[in-house]
């Protein structure tokens, strides 16, 4: 056994734990966004997005991630997302109902990556629209001097995040149908 395979449980271990501590980052920041401490409430969405390159680099670096860590990541992902979604729909700063829109896809996908065995892979889509959101969501939070010219550029980010869900979900759904499709006609030939 070399040095490398024997590393593989405690690097996935490592990424579970940061992937469990990015879950609880949410509950922080919507309290740092109601109290109104934006540069805090920044950091820590900021820390969530970095937690979560770093979590999935070491489960790749480890060959491939934990059962359970491949279905708490999108979960967390969602977590953390939510929080300063809804924070933003209730002040005003997005359409409650693209927010509402966008979480009960994050709601769809979620139930149907936790009944896949391994979490469901993300598609490359979905991969985009995180990367998107994060994004959007950090320029949007911005509590500095330029924040109303990052702001501007997190509203407009934030659309072609949202379309990036729904054709990402769509993907989704064709792909567990046709799944569906093929388990069906594999039984009635049995």
């Known amino acids: 056994m070399t040095s490398t395979s024997s590393n593989k449980p405690a690097l996935r271990r490592l990424a579970d734990g940061i992937t469990l501590a990015r879950g609880a980052l949410g509950l922080p920041l919507l309290a740092a966004l ?13 820390l ?37 979604l809804l924070w933003l729909a209730a002040n005003g700063s997005l359409p409650l109902w693209a927010v509402w829109l966008l979480l009960a896809r994050e709601l769809l996908i979620s139930g149907w990556r936790s009944g896949q065995g391994s979490g469901g ?28 010219q990052l702001h501007s550029l ?24 046709s799944a569906l499709k093929s388990e069906g006609a594999g039984g009635r030939r049995a």
């Open 121 to 148: 892979p993300a598609s490359l889509g979905g991969k985009a629209k995180t990367i998107l959101q994060f994004a959007s969501l950090l320029l949007l939070l911005w509590p500095g001097a330029a924040a109303p």
């Open 34 to 46: 109601s109290l109104g401490w934006g540069w805090f409430a920044w950091g820590l969405l900021l």
């Open 154 to 177: 997190g509203w407009w980010l934030f659309w072609p995040g949202l379309g990036l869900a729904l054709s990402s979900a769509w993907g989704y759904v064709q792909s567990a149908s």
């Open 48 to 84: 969530g997005g970095i937690s979560d390159a770093a979590d999935g680099w070491l489960a790749r670096r480890a060959g491939g991630g934990s059962p359970w860590g491949a279905q708490l990541d999108p979960l967390t992902d969602k977590i953390l997302i939510s929080a300063p």
